[in-house]
């Protein structure tokens, strides 16, 4: 009889909480950025989260029972991308394979950051969640993604003087850049907007009555500012260089809020951390220019008006040094197919009378020399893109949308 009674305590304790659960309101998260956020990293490279005991327990949730990647319940997604104008939808329950598109309606076989993010927001919230994601490659803040509070674009005086060198139309020149300002903006609050307005259609079984919650957004963009020097022509001055670029995230966090009403959503700013923590051992050539922006983009998050509602997480702490170590020797094999090539001075070929056989031969052994078995084994399990795409390492990309999670969990309980 006891038995009995806890078998149907266990049904109706069940029943409860779901029931409770189809009651609760729908929570919206929306995730929007350039190819970081899109994601790069290839399913392939899911097993070499389980080398590492610290994160292998999350890819026992990245995973079904069988071994395929997991299809989250409760969780769905309305994905937004697109290459070249040919921007489409793809939608569903969240799993694999919403990471970078190809065809924005198919499977990539790729993840960014949304996978965890959403698994990690079903942990905190028992009732429905649907994430919007708007993310397309190389595209800034300062054009592509200006919001309407940041006026239009113009040109410094650096660029106009490089413009008239080359011979350009000036107002041509800014009748183009004006066309481009925003674009990706009001794409991406045009989007929401189509999503909530049927619900519905992507999210089936949506509660009406229970209604809907936007409960966060985050931010994962900035190479195509960081690099941009015409825009921020003096990228090495700390404090000035991209100044612009803190003022112009902070305009876009009032302007999203004000446009999706939503005025005090938690908002996580992914700082770039492409090339890990910056300390001694950073590349000299790129050490001022990327603290300078770091410091540039994490900004808006200081500021008396977002105190509690804005925060910041650093990216550069989830950049895999292992494989970067692995990723620079090739870097140094690449080099020297070159060098010999380019009959390089100082380099093996300098005098230019090896043959191509030699070259190959030569490269063949210092490939062997650099590269050790080992370091294409872990390279081949754990990258599969360049160090601007944060190695297209799965790891990666599933701890920066566990810490986006997390973030807005903190908050919302503040």
């Given at each position: 009889m006891n038995r009995m009674m806890?078998?149907?305590?266990?049904?109706?304790?069940a029943f409860c909480s779901n029931a409770i659960a189809a009651g609760k309101p729908l929570k919206i998260y929306i995730l929007a950025g350039q190819s970081n956020m899109e994601g790069?990293?290839?399913?392939?490279?899911?097993?070499?989260?389980?080398?590492?005991?610290?994160?292998?327990?999350?890819?026992?949730?990245?995973?079904?029972?069988?071994?395929?990647?997991?299809?989250?319940?409760?969780?769905?997604?309305?994905?937004?991308?697109?290459?070249?104008?040919?921007?489409?939808?793809?939608?569903?329950?969240?799993?694999?394979?919403?990471?970078?598109?190809?065809?924005?309606?198919?499977?990539?076989?790729?993840?960014?950051?949304?996978?965890?993010?959403?698994?990690?927001?079903?942990?905190?919230?028992?009732?429905?969640?649907?994430?919007?994601?708007?993310?397309?490659?190389?595209?800034?803040?300062?054009?592509?993604?200006?919001?309407?509070?940041?006026?239009?674009?113009?040109?410094?005086?650096?660029?106009?003087?490089?413009?008239?060198?080359?011979?350009?139309?000036?107002?041509?020149?800014?009748?183009?850049?004006?066309?481009?300002?925003?674009?990706?903006?009001?794409?991406?609050?045009?989007?929401?907007k189509h999503v909530l307005s049927d619900i519905k259609r992507v999210v089936p079984d949506y509660d009406a009555k229970a209604g809907y919650e936007i409960a966060g957004f985050a931010w994962f963009q900035g190479w195509n500012d960081m690099v941009d020097s015409g825009t921020y022509p003096n990228r090495g001055e700390p404090g000035v260089g991209y100044a612009m670029y803190g003022k112009w995230m902070a305009n876009f966090i009032r302007d999203v809020r004000k446009d999706l009403d939503a005025p005090k959503m938690p908002f996580v700013i992914g700082v770039l951390g492409v090339g890990g923590v910056i300390g001694d051992d950073y590349s000299p050539r790129y050490k001022t220019t990327h603290?300078?922006?770091?410091?540039?983009?994490?900004?808006?998050?200081?500021?008396?008006?977002?105190?509690?509602?804005?925060?910041?997480?650093?990216t550069a702490l989830y950049w895999d040094k292992p494989l970067a170590e692995i990723e620079a020797k090739r870097g140094k094999v690449k080099a020297m197919s070159r060098a010999l090539r380019m009959k390089s001075k100082g380099q093996p070929n300098e005098d230019g009378k090896m043959t191509p056989a030699?070259?190959?031969?030569?490269?063949?052994?210092?490939s062997a020399k650099m590269v050790t078995p080992k370091d294409e084994a872990m390279w081949k399990s754990g990258a599969s893109n360049g160090g601007y795409h944060y190695l297209g390492c799965a790891k990666t990309m599933a701890l920066i949308g566990k810490a986006f999670a997390e973030a807005i969990v903190k908050m919302d309980k503040k």
């Open positions: 806890t078998i149907v305590m266990a049904i109706l304790m790069h990293a290839k399913v392939e490279t899911f097993d070499y989260i389980g080398d590492d005991p610290a994160t292998a327990p999350m890819l026992k949730e990245m995973r079904a029972p069988d071994g395929k990647p997991r299809v989250c319940e409760k969780v769905w997604i309305s994905y937004l991308t697109g290459a070249k104008g040919a921007d489409g939808e793809g939608f569903g329950k969240l799993t694999a394979g919403y990471g970078s598109r190809k065809n924005p309606k198919e499977d990539g076989g790729k993840i960014g950051p949304e996978l965890t993010f959403g698994i990690t927001m079903s942990k905190a919230y028992d009732g429905p969640i649907l994430i919007i994601k708007t993310a397309w490659g190389g595209k800034s803040l300062n054009t592509d993604f200006r919001s309407p509070s940041s006026g239009p674009y113009k040109f410094s005086e650096k660029k106009l003087e490089t413009l008239k060198a080359r011979g350009k139309d000036i107002k041509q020149a800014q009748a183009d850049k004006t066309a481009k300002t925003g674009h990706y903006y009001r794409l991406m609050i045009k989007h929401v603290a300078n922006f770091r410091t540039a983009m994490a900004a808006p998050a200081k500021l008396p008006e977002f105190k509690g509602n804005v925060t910041t997480v650093r030699q070259q190959r031969e030569y490269l063949k052994k210092y």
